[in-house]
Nanobody
Framework: QVQLVESGGGLVQAGGSLRLSCAAS????????MGWFRQAPGQEREFLAT????????NYADSVKGRFTISRDNTKNTVYLQMNSLKPEDTAVYYC????????????????????WGKGTLVTVSS
């Protein structure tokens, strides 16, 4: 088991930036893939980005590629999502997730999600 706690959400103007953090506890996640997803009101959960355990491999949704960057600091058991050039349509609850199986499954996570989830942090982008 692992507990994931997101932070860093808030209100930002269009064009601005935010950095989300996801702190993991309960076990070390350095060997496992982590990811970020979001869900806007009335919409389905949307894949954003994933990163392999060592940070070598990443995968992004087309909607955020070039604007969002996923990274991790395994010494802190933490994953980040740097979000730049934010748009009103980025408004959503952002969730951190973990896959506690060894290996990185690349595009698999886009449709299947991950096994462990945080409670989310709200990001609101005003126009």
């Amino acid at each position: 088991q692992v507990q994931l706690v997101e932070s860093g959400g808030g209100l930002v103007q269009a064009g601005g930036s935010l950095r989300l953090s996801c702190a993991a506890s309960g076990r070390t996640v350095s060997s496992y893939a982590m990811g970020w997803f979001r869900q806007a009101p009335g919409q389905e959960r949307e894949f954003l980005a994933t990163i392999s355990g060592g940070g070598t491999f990443t995968n992004y949704a087309d909607s955020v590629k070039g604007r969002f960057t996923i990274s991790r600091d395994n010494t802190k058991n933490t994953v980040y999502l740097q979000m730049n050039s934010l748009k009103p349509e980025d408004t959503a609850v952002y969730y951190c997730a973990a896959d506690l199986r060894t290996g990185y499954r690349g595009t698999y996570y886009q449709k299947n999600g991950m096994d462990y989830w945080g409670k989310g942090t709200l990001v609101t982008v005003s126009s």
